[in-house]
């Protein structure tokens, strides 16, 4: 399985960005989709997630901000970002569940300037 991610970037406090992260390979079922966040010297964080069934869950800090989403056809899922903040700046993880197993994509960086 490959977690392919992208629509990082640049952009202003108080600005947008979607992230988008789509999955390929063999994939018998996704249970969950995530996306996490880290920046260098602190662990790497849950942003929000989204499973298969059931409720979407977010951090405290990105709450009324941001919003994860999922297309099941296309194995892909979505982080809409808004109302961007300086502390949001981080790279930004994709991450699957199939079963027992747990998938990371490479990141991509988001940075917003003040």
């Known amino acids: 399985v490959q977690l392919m991610e992208s629509g990082g970037g640049l952009v202003q406090a108080g600005g947008s960005l979607r992230l988008s992260c789509a999955a390929s390979?063999?994939?018998?079922?996704?249970?969950?989709m995530a996306w996490y966040r880290q920046v260098p010297g602190k662990q790497r964080e849950l942003v929000a997630s989204?499973?298969?069934?059931?409720?979407?869950n977010y951090a405290d800090s990105v709450k009324g901000r941001f919003t994860i989403s999922r297309d099941n056809a296309k194995n892909t899922v979505y982080l809409q970002m808004n109302s961007l903040k300086p502390e949001d700046t981080a790279v930004y993880y994709c991450?699957?569940?199939?079963?027992?197993?747990?998938?990371w994509g490479q990141g991509t960086q988001v940075t917003v300037s003040s």
């Open positions: 390979g063999t994939i018998f079922s996704i249970d969950s």
């Open positions: 991450h699957l569940i199939s079963g027992v197993y747990g998938y």
């Open positions: 989204i499973p298969a069934a059931g409720m979407t």
